[in-house]
Structure formats: C-alpha cells, structure tokens
C-alpha cells in the first residue's frame, strides 16, 4: 500500500509540474476574457437603444459567425440548449420519437431531446475521436432496428429513430463522413452539437457544416461568449426561414397586429448580448492561436509524463482546444480524484469529464447500447486550465 501511495502522489506531482510548465500560472478551468473591446461594444448598443433581438448587433453577430463557419444561415439563439432544440424540432423529432446521443456528453444536449419531447437512445463514443464510434453505431443499429418506409424503428420499443445528435467533444473534431453514412443508410437526421467546435474543421470543413442543422453556443465558459447564448447553424433556407419565425413567437408580419400562426418560442438572442459576441469575435483569431499554443506546450510537456496522455488533434483535423484534455492510464477513479484534488488545491482549475448520461437520474430509463468506453473515459479523462488567461505568449 505504501509503495501504490508514493507512486500515486507521484504521478499527481508530475502531472502538476507539466501543467504549472506548460501554462504561465494558476486559473480557473475556462475563464472569459471580457475588456475594452466588449465594454466599446456594450456601450455601443445601449446607446443605439435596441438592446432586444431587433437591434442589429444580432444580424452583425450571424454574418461574422456565417463567415467564420461557412454556414449559409446562422441564427442567434438565447442559449445552446434553445439551439439545439430548434435543431431537433426541425428533424421532426417529438413525442413518441427517439434520438440518438452520446452518453458522453455535457447534459445539456440529453436535455433539450428532451425539451423536444422526444426520447434520448444514449450510444457509445471511441476513444481516437472522443465522439459517436460510427462503425459500433452502424453495427448496433442493424441489431436493434428495422428499416420502415425509409425510416429506422426501434424494435423492442416500436418507436421511430429520428435523429441523431453528434458531439465535437472538447473542440475535437468527430469523424462525420463515417456519421454521414450511417445516418443516410438508415434515413435518420443528422445534428451536430458544435457548441464546444467553434473554430475546429475537418479539412478545410467547419463542423457545425456537415448536419441538416447545428447548434453553438456562447455559454460564459465557452470560448466565444457573450454571456450565455447560442446559435443554429444551417444551411437550408426553409429551415432558416422556419427557426426565424418560430423562435419569434411566431409573429405574422403586420403593421400593428399581433397574429401568430403557431405556438412559437421566445429563443433569440438579444443585442446586448449578441454586442458582446462581436467583440468576442474581434479577437478570435488571437483566441485560437493563444489556445494552440498551450496545447502545444501541453503536449511537449506530457510526452515526458508516464502514465496519462494528452489528447491532440487528429490528423486531418484542426481543433479549437476549447477544453485540454488528458486521459490516465488508470481507470481507477481515486487516482483520477487525487489528481483533481491535486491541481484544484495548487489553483489549476481541472474537472473531470461530464458523468455519463445513462447514469443521471433523470436518464436512468432511457434505451442504451453497451456504454463501456463511455463508463471508461469517465474515469480516465482530466480536462486541465484551458482559458487564454492561462496561455502563453505565441
Ligand atoms: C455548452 C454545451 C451545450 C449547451 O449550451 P448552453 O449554451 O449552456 O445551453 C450543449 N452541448 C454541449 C456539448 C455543451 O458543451
């Protein structure tokens, strides 16, 4: 027991030493940077007097978020959790609907199936991509559905399959050709959940681009923000046309009367904050290469580390590094919480990966395939201080 402890405290002091290394000192996991350029902008918009939807910071936010990503439509949205339920009452996917997702992943994306009132059907994800493993999907959904009228039916509970919600994980690209496949075989909907890929692409391919529809977010820890907020990303018009008027209480356009032609969501983001978002903008080039820099340091540093890897991107892909990411070699999970305890107490903000869905009360019942590597990364994997406070120079 005395020798398990030394090595244990160990490793905990070396994966400390890389960290204080690699970033230029203590912070919080993903803090915001907010200054002068978002005070110019705030100010900005109080002055103009529109500080709901209407004010055009949100139409300005939309085209330099529809440049970035090179999505046709962007769509401002109060937060990604709205987003994504847009996203999902544009696949159709409602009562008595079931949804794919990863067990792996912030709860969000299990919730707003949810919202929609749909059923989540939580799948695996492997371990190269940190994503839905494509090749188990297609495999598990030979097994469990049959192919009806172009549709995919659940056997055991007799419900459609409507979609499926993919997570770029921690800003790591997932392999969407693979996705695409499965997803037109078996005629079910593709959705991104791009809320932590602003910035990363397959190629030269935004994610967020490869979907019917995606969503983003601007949450305060993500690392565009303004505040809380989200947006859609597609590129059909109908659809955008859809999500504009829906997401506006669907109001008919009429010089003073109040006609709504369905039961619509007040979901779009107000100015003020969509003020923030443009400064936010401004600096996302730097963002994103202050961001690498410290995944760059990180690497260097961990590859001297035994016994944890650090995760970086895949070839032929580019990742935004939205949240660092190791994974232990253990999968015991008192050395993963020594670790914690260890960086949290020197003041380098670490958290362990989201518990997996299936194991959340509120999803406890939903349908499952085998949740192994899922079960396993949540004892492996340490996201480590990420935020351009803590980058160096580059
Ligand atoms: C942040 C996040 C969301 C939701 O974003 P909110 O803006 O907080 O509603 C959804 N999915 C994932 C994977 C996220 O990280």
Known sequence: AAICMTKQSTLNQKILAAVQHA???????HEPVLGD?????????????????????????????????GAKHVIAMTSGTAALHVCLMMAD??????????????????????????????????????????NRLATYLERVCKRQDGAAVNRTTGREIKAL?????????????ALENVCADFGITLIE???????????DRHTGTFGQTAALSFNGNKIVTTGGGGAVMTDDDAIAATIRHLTTTAKQTHKWEFIHDMVGYNYRMPAINAALGVAQLEQFETFLKRKRALANAYAETFAHVPGVKFVQE?????????????????????????????????????????????????????????LSVSEDLYRRVINIPSGIGVCPPC
Not at 193 to 203: C, H, N, P, R
């Open 93 to 134: 996917a409602g009562p008595g609907d079931e949804v794919l997702v990863p067990a792996f992943t912030f709860v969000a994306s299990a919730n707003a199936i949810a919202h929609a009132g749909a059923c989540p059907h939580f799948i695996d994800i492997d371990t190269k991509t940190l994503g839905v493993d494509a």
């Open 314 to 370: 895949r070839s032929g892909t580019t990742a935004n590094y939205w949240l660092n990411t190791l994974i232990l070699d253990s999968a015991d999970i008192k050395i993963r919480d020594a670790v914690l305890t260890t960086l949290n107490d020197a003041g380098y903000g670490s958290r362990p990966a989201w518990r997996p869905m299936h194991l959340l009360a509120p999803f406890a019942d939903a349908p499952r395939d085998n």
């Open 23 to 29: 970033t230029i000192g203590p912070g919080a996991l």
């Open 193 to 203: 959940d791009a809320a932590e890929s602003l910035g990363t692409y397959i190629e």
């Open 165 to 177: 919600v993919c997570v770029h994980t921690f800003g790591h690209a997932a392999d969407m050709t």
């Open 37 to 69: 350029a978002e005070r110019r902008h705030a100010d900005a918009c109080i002055q103009s007097g529109w500080v709901s939807y209407a004010g055009s910071y949100v139409t300005q936010f939309e085209n330099e978020l529809a440049k970035i990503t």
